[in-house]
């Protein structure tokens, strides 16, 4: 893990969609793991460098999950299938990501505007992928707990349900 500044901007992409710039990327920085605080919050959380295999609209707080030959660095696509493992893009990502850019995913820590598919989240409880990426409470010992509700839970106007979740890195053994 890196305690040394960021190598982009949290809420943005390494290349900014820039395809030149993307074709010259090396693999260098996927998955490294560094230490942020939440410019909110303060508190601390931990990030992990991914690169995208396919482009992804609007991720910023929606499951992502990997490419089968890259576990917890190369993302595939949104979770599509619940209880699978995957990473949380980051809250904080605002816009898309182009295919081959790297953006960060959470980690490990507590993050705000994680998207949810229902407001009836129990503090405390244990939280898992549903089939749209999103998260919701656990349904049963055998799928992959990704987290614990730890704070509000937050509906939009648009429908969109975002919560405060403590997210917890993947383990090993775990369904991917």
Not at 60 to 87: E, I, M
Not at 99 to 116: N, P, R
């Amino acid at each position: 893990m890196h305690g040394t500044p960021l190598p982009f901007a949290r809420g943005s992409t390494y290349c900014e969609g820039d395809t030149a710039a993307i074709a010259l990327l090396d693999d260098s920085l996927v998955g490294q793991i560094f230490s942020d605080k939440d410019p909110t919050t303060g508190i601390e959380q931990q990030v992990v460098v991914c690169k995208a295999t396919a482009a992804l609209t609007a991720p910023g707080g929606r499951g992502v999950k990997f490419d089968a030959a890259q576990l917890f660095k190369k993302t595939a696509a949104f979770v599509d299938s619940a209880g699978l493992v995957g990473l949380v893009a980051d809250p904080q990502q605002s816009g898309d990501v182009a295919d081959g850019d790297l953006f960060f995913c959470a980690w490990d820590g507590e993050f705000s505007g994680v998207k949810v598919d229902t407001t009836n989240l129990t503090l405390g409880g244990l939280l898992q992928f549903s089939s749209s990426g999103y998260m919701l409470p656990l349904a049963n010992a055998d799928g992959a707990c990704m987290g614990v509700a730890c704070g509000a839970v937050t509906a939009a106007a648009a429908g969109a349900v975002t919560a405060t979740v403590n997210l917890q890195a993947p383990r090993s053994g775990q369904n991917v």
